[in-house]
Nanobody, 126 residues
Framework: VQLQASGGGLVQPGGSLRLSCVAS????????MGWYRQAPGKARELVAG???????IYADSVKGRFTISMDNPKSTVYLQMNSLKPEDAAAYYC?????????????????????WGQGTKVTVSS
């Protein structure tokens, strides 16, 4: 199983970006997908997560500005980021709970899970 993230880039404060992460490989069930971020010199932190029961979690710092969604048939998770601030600048990593045999109903986010994508860098600067 592989996760491929994309959509990062340079944006001005107040701008928007949409990150995407596609899972591929031997996938039977995607139980949950989400995004973490890590800024230089800081610990990796959860940004947002969504489960196969549509339970969603957001970091307090992004509530009202970011929206996570998952398209399960496309094995893709999106992160719509609006009203970006300089403190949102970081490498964003996709994370997923994927099973190759069977599935598990996740009624809440309990990550991080085993599968990680490569980071996609978000820079917020004027």
């Amino acid at each position: 199983v592989q996760l491929q993230a994309s959509g990062g880039g340079l944006v001005q404060p107040g701008g928007s970006l949409r990150l995407s992460c596609v899972a591929s490989g031997n996938i039977f069930s995607i139980n949950a997908m989400g995004w973490y971020r890590q800024a230089p010199g800081k610990a990796r932190e959860l940004v947002a997560g969504i489960t196969n029961s549509n339970s969603v979690i957001y970091a307090d710092s992004v509530k009202g500005r970011f929206t996570i969604s998952m398209d399960n048939p496309k094995s893709t998770v999106y992160l719509q980021m609006n009203s970006l601030k300089p403190e949102d600048a970081a490498a964003y990593y996709c994370n997923a709970d994927i099973e190759e045999h069977g599935g598990t109903l996740r009624d809440s986010w309990n990550g991080p899970y085993d599968y990680w994508g490569q980071g996609t860098k978000v820079t917020v600067s004027s």
